[in-house]
């Protein structure tokens, strides 16, 4: 599951210019890690959300909304953004504003493969 969201982490980051340009090449991999590991662990917190794709939406949706949990995540993630790279309010600003997007694709992929291997 984690080299799934990593992955996903990394094209996700990759097509969007905003986060993209604003990376330092040379940190390009441990921020896409340390993004990849937050998310994971908050998930991992969530067993429920891990196991059914549904879920997963339903906390793709409640980061864009701002509810405990995630809001929870993106704080510890921006917090260790800038306090490990060093990166501005400006470049974790906008990989938090690109979570839910992130979140979104990653479901879909979920969801997808789950649905492929029950075929």
Same mark, same amino acid.
């Given at each position: +599951?984690?080299?799934?969201?990593?992955?996903?982490?990394?094209? /996700?980051?990759?097509? #969007?210019?905003?986060?993209?340009?604003?990376?330092?090449?040379?940190?390009?991999?441990?921020? /896409?890690?340390?993004?990849?590991? /937050?998310?994971? #662990?908050?998930?991992?917190?969530?067993?429920?959300?891990?196991?059914?794709?549904?879920?997963?939406?339903?906390?793709? &949706?409640?980061?864009?909304?701002?509810?405990?949990? =995630?809001? $929870?995540?993106?704080?510890?993630?921006?917090? &260790?953004?800038?306090?490990?790279?060093?990166?501005?309010?400006?470049? =974790?600003?906008?990989?938090?504003?690109?979570?839910?997007?992130? +979140?979104?694709?990653?479901?879909?992929? #979920?969801?997808? $493969?789950?649905?492929?291997?029950?075929?």
């Amino acid at each position: +599951m984690f080299d799934q969201l990593l992955q996903t982490v990394k094209e /996700h980051l990759g097509n #969007n210019p905003e986060v993209a340009n604003a990376i330092p090449a040379h940190q390009a991999d441990a921020i /896409h890690q340390e993004i990849a590991t /937050h998310l994971d #662990n908050g998930l991992q917190s969530q067993p429920a959300i891990a196991a059914n794709p549904g879920l997963l939406s339903q906390f793709e &949706s409640s980061l864009a909304s701002g509810n405990i949990l =995630t809001s $929870a995540i993106t704080g510890g993630l921006v917090s &260790s953004l800038a306090s490990k790279f060093g990166l501005s309010p400006l470049v =974790t600003g906008a990989i938090a504003a690109s979570l839910p997007g992130l +979140m979104q694709k990653y479901a879909q992929r #979920n969801a997808a $493969a789950g649905a492929g291997a029950t075929q």
